[in-house]
């Protein structure tokens, strides 16, 4: 019986055959260099009783019903005139490579193989292919199938909606199927392509736990199964039905695993660590990351160039770097029923084109970025009426947003979408695009995301120094697929702070901070109506890619000199914070949500500590840190003592000035916060002395 494995630092992967298609024998914490993979895999062999065939059929890296497989089958194909298809694939051979293997099987002139690769970050990444000697029906097809121990009792996956993202909810493991399936062909706010499975006692800071994370931005599925047998199995890949065409070769996305050890932060630090270190190619590494003033929640569709070059002026003073032009600058775009496809600057607005905005904006250091909406189209456009037979879906379809979906699969659509933003980003000196995806797609089609990937690389080959954010209704399209193509994310439409908070807190278990673009609101907000303090609004947006979003026309004077210190707080920190890892904090008060952001040298931190509610109880409860080295001496003090409410009366001893405590304390006692109000922050900086 062959043996494989794979290690990182944080998990072992071991992998085994009698002949059939392999199994995983073994995903946990590392194992031994030493360790008898033979003996490992025998120990597996599970015993046999009564109502059960005479050989117990493996959890294979594709399950099937031609293997005797009772469950949830992890490939269903057919021919391609729709006669179902059941092969018993054989193992054929192993390619072995450092650090990376790929193992093949075949069966009636199919060959399925499974590859996998432990990377540097500590996660293992792998893919499932299918090859086929003829044209062959896909309607499922899993990247390789893991099984999960039976010691958890419960899986936490993602849920969400608009202005409502990263949801985690939890479920308990019982005998059967839980499905979670995206069918709106991005991977959705409803159904993000995550989920974790902890043991008993696992907690933010502490115990075991695996993760999922499906690398792609289409329709997805999850199967997550326990038999009557007692094993678990989880299943990632492609929508059901998305591979509408028959082919002689499909492939999963990479599904990227990961085993922690210490809790839920450290499958966070290390998906925030392989998401900004692997998965996002940097235009420039060396260039800080520029704070944003985006112009949306200010002016919407009313754009003049009097008015953004004021608004831009005050920006800039205010220490924005990069100054973005949202939807409303092209072609008869004065909302969101008309135009879209029509990629022109409007000239009714723009009588002289954008340029002389961005002069404006250059003469005041700031870059200039542009939102973009290219894969979608108006019905009331150019591009329609040329050239109706694009559109993704059928013709008399529902519209959404009053908008219809671009056929990428479609080799002429990608070139005139190439060619429409290579003139925009030829003719204007443009550093940014925010490229937006408003509309559910009609139909489920995984060619639409391969095409939205190559139109992207395409772009990223010919203009290399354009940044661009994924955003979709905000944090509608989510996931490393599309980071590989992207720099940034939105993610949610809703900068209400307080909600930001708990989108941002829980995002973090898979999102780097320097990636998740964070923007300062209006004093009441756009999309809750609740009226929050700047300073609840500026901290909370300089704990991830500070930005603003508002009229700063509205600001007075006491707003203008708290954003203005926040933003020069960030700026000098952020060359450390953008790689910091960010660690949930396990808080004994619930109204309490902390987290702390820990520089990868270990020397200093910052603890943001949100009043999300009202406590039950009379005083603060101490807070106890993370990730800090016992030994070591560091001094922390509160950036925001003038943000105490006046029932704050005593002022314990962190309000009035630093304090020099060891990390055993810091991590094994905890701090005591000053009283706070309902909807407001507490920020702790800490550095070793």
Partial sequence: MPQWRLDTPQQTLVLATDGMVPQVVYWGAPLPASEDLAALALSQVSDLTGG???????????????????????MVIAEADGRPLTPRFQFQSAEPAQDALTLHSAADGLRLSHSFRAHATGVIAMTTT?????????????????????????????????????????????????????????????????????????????????????????????????????????????????????????????????????GLNGIGQTFQRDIRDRVVTWPNPARPRPVHYNCWEAVYFDHDLATLSDISTRAAALGAERFVLDDGWFVRRDDDT????????????????????????????????????????????????????????????????????????????????????????????????????????????????????????????????????????????????????????????????????????????????????SHVGARKSHTTGLVHPMSLRAWVAATRHFGFEMDLRALDADEAQTLGRVTAWWKSNRDWLMRAAVLRLDSADPAVTAEMQLAEDGSRFVLASAQMEMSRQILPKPLRLTGLDPSAQYEIRLLNPEDAPPQSRAKCALAKGPLRLSGAVLMQQGILLPVAWPASIWMIEGRVI
Avoid at 356 to 372: K, R
Avoid at 405 to 425: E, I, K, M, R
């Fill in 52 to 74: 059960m065939l005479d050989r117990l059929p493996d959890l294979s890296l594709c399950p099937l019903p031609g293997a005797d497989w009772q469950g949830q089958p992890g």
């Fill in 338 to 517: 008309s135009s879209l496809g029509d990629w022109t600057v409007d000239t009714r607005k723009w009588p002289q084109g954008l340029h002389p905005l961005i002069s404006h904006i250059h003469a005041l250091n700031m870059t200039f970025g542009l939102w973009v909406e290219p894969e979608m189209i108006n019905p009331d456009s150019d591009l329609y009426r040329a050239h109706p037979d694009w559109v993704l879906g059928p013709a008399d379809q529902t519209t959404g947003r009053n908008q219809m979906v671009l056929n990428l699969a479609l080799h002429p659509v990608q070139d005139h979408l190439f060619q429409a933003l290579s003139t925009l980003l030829r003719e204007y000196p443009i550093d940014y695009l925010k490229w937006d995806h408003n509309r559910l797609l009609p139909v489920v089609d995984a060619a639409q995301t391969r095409g939205i990937y190559a139109l992207l690389a395409r772009l990223r080959a010919a203009f290399p120094l354009v940044e661009v954010e994924s955003c979709a209704s905000g944090g509608g399209r989510i996931d490393a697929g599309i980071l590989a193509q992207t720099q940034r994310v939105w993610l949610s439409d809703c900068i209400d702070p307080v909600e930001r908070i708990r989108i941002q807190h829980d995002a973090a278990l898979f999102l780097p901070s320097c990636v998740v673009g």
């Fill in 130 to 262: 299918l090859q086929a000697n003829r044209p062959v029906r896909l309607h499922w097809l899993a990247a390789p199938v893991l099984p999960i121990p039976a010691l958890g009792s419960e899986m936490i996956d993602v849920a969400g909606k608009w202005l409502g993202e990263f949801q985690l909810q939890s479920q308990p493991w019982t005998i059967g199927t839980r499905l979670r399936e995206s069918r709106t062909g991005r991977s959705g706010q409803e159904h993000p392509p995550y989920a974790l499975f902890p043991e008993p006692g696992c907690t933010n800071t502490a115990g075991t736990v695996r993760a999922l994370h499906y690398a792609w931005s289409g329709g997805h599925r999850m199967v997550a199964e326990e038999l009557p047998d007692g094993r678990r199995q989880v299943q990632f890949g492609h929508a059901s039905g998305a591979e509408l065409d028959t082919a002689t070769r499909f492939q999963s996305a990479e599904l990227l695993a990961l085993v922690s050890t210490s």
